[in-house]
């Protein structure tokens, strides 16, 4: 059932990408990403308490996933303010490539033949994506927001290999953590480090920059940012959870974040892009296929 889990992770990532971008419109990053970590933490502190302390042993590489997530964050967050919710999807979207790519290498994980055929599909319509983009404008090379993207989904797909190794069993070359004891600290840890750099970064320059405001979407980040990522790390507990395709089918949340562009935030050259999406879906339902 780990992959039934990984697609409902997926559209609960959508919809967080979506309030994300809402939040960030016109608005502050890092007071918006410090109160996401805030509401966060504040969702799963009874499960940190429940989970207990664990020792530094445990807590150490819990503190490692949170500076990978809160990097791959603060660059995300940035990308996702300047640039079109349509063109974020697509470059997020190759993080599964990535993570394939460090999984056959250290796990030594293999795809059978529909899974390869989900992962070409979904390859070539990410590829297809982010090809459409170039319409609206924006250069890939020189805009930096998109590179700040590009770090983004390379930190994140780190994060998913480092996600994988902490939950892994130890006969399968893992450290078999709780997975609520994970994301219950890492998330407290990241509101800690979010704390620091509001008030060292933000708040003495607060009047030189884009003003803060609260808006309704800010707590719905956290919501469902906590939903998507509960049902990934109980994906990941499952002995025959393979990475490769549970982050491959998580990247199915573009689909989402595209009907958010197009219904929500009336985004621009959505018919080229409707092609390339009903490969993502394709791709989707090999993975499904070849993971049952």
């Known amino acids: 059932m780990w992959w039934a889990f990984a697609?409902?992770?997926?559209?609960l990532l959508g919809c967080y990408d979506s309030f994300k971008k809402a939040s960030l419109k016109d608005n502050a990053v890092i007071p918006v990403l410090?109160?996401?970590?805030?509401?966060?933490?504040?969702?799963?502190?009874?499960?940190?308490?429940d989970s207990?302390?664990?020792?530094?042993n445990v807590q150490k590489y819990i503190v490692l996933k949170s500076c990978i997530v809160l990097s791959s964050w603060v660059a995300g967050?940035?990308?996702m303010k300047y640039l079109p919710l349509t063109i974020v999807g697509p470059v997020n979207a190759t993080r599964p490539v990535m993570v394939l790519i460090g999984a056959m290498i250290i796990f030594g994980e293999r795809l059978n033949l529909l899974q390869w055929i989900g992962v070409v599909l979904a390859g070539v319509s990410f590829f297809l994506l982010s090809l459409s983009s170039k319409k609206e404008g924006i250069d890939f090379k020189r805009n930096r927001w998109v590179w700040c993207l590009v770090l983004a989904a390379v930190i994140g797909a780190a994060s998913g290999l480092y996600d994988r190794f902490l939950m892994a069993p130890s006969e399968g070359g893992g450290l078999g953590l709780n997975r609520l004891q994970v994301l219950s600290w890492y998330n407290i840890y990241q509101a800690g480090m979010m704390l620091a750099m509001l008030l060292i970064l933000w708040y003495p320059r607060r009047k030189e920059s884009t003003p803060f405001r609260w808006s309704w979407t800010i707590p719905m980040i956290s919501i469902f940012l906590c939903g998507a990522?509960?049902?990934y790390l109980w994906a990941l507990t499952d002995e025959a959870a393979m990475i490769s395709v549970v982050s491959m089918i998580r990247r199915g949340s573009v689909v989402v974040?595209?009907?958010?562009?197009?219904?929500?935030?009336?985004?621009?050259?959505?018919?080229s892009k409707a092609f390339d999406l009903l490969l993502v879906l394709l791709g989707m339902v090999f993975l499904y296929l070849g993971s049952r």
């Open 34 to 49: 410090f109160l996401n970590t805030v509401i966060s933490a504040a969702i799963l502190l009874p499960f940190a308490v």
């Open 257 to 271: 974040s595209f009907l958010f562009g197009a219904l929500v935030f009336r985004e621009k050259n959505l018919r």
């Open 229 to 231: 990522d509960f049902m």
């Open 7 to 11: 697609f409902l992770s997926s559209a």
């Open 77 to 79: 967050y940035y990308a």
């Open 52 to 56: 207990g302390w664990g020792g530094w």
